[in-house]
């Protein structure tokens, strides 16, 4: 059993900021990629960042440079720093892990609940 747990969610003007955070918690072995999708009304859910067990990031292009990930291995703990945030981030963020349980010899993804996020004009 796997558990990702949210939260950081909440409503921003624009060129405000927001932290979001995942933690992890369950029968975890360990833990490979870590990321955040996030989909807006009448969108397709879209990567927003990645993060691999070594530091490695990917973002997508419209928030690089303005958005950081982060984690903390200790903790399987995932965060997402966002800042000058934009109307168009406005979306349901969902952290993601890919994950090997004590009991499987291969690894899965497992997904959090869900935060939203939105950005006022």
């Known amino acids: 059993q796997v558990q990702l747990v949210e939260s950081g969610g909440g409503l921003v003007e624009a060129g405000g900021s927001l932290r979001l955070s995942c933690a992890g918690s369950?029968?975890?072995?360990?833990?490979?990629?870590m990321g955040w999708y996030r989909q807006a009304p009448g969108k397709q859910r879209e990567l927003v960042a990645s993060i691999t067990r070594g530091g490695n990031t990917n973002y997508l292009d419209s928030v690089k440079g303005r958005f950081t990930i982060s984690r903390e291995n200790a903790k399987n703990t995932v965060y997402l720093q966002m800042n000058s945030l934009e109307p168009e981030d406005t979306a349901v963020y969902y952290c993601m892990m890919t994950v090997r349980t004590w009991r499987s010899l291969s690894f899965g993804s497992y997904w959090g609940q869900g935060t939203q996020v939105t950005v006022s004009s």
């Open positions: 369950g029968s975890i072995s360990s833990i490979d990629t």
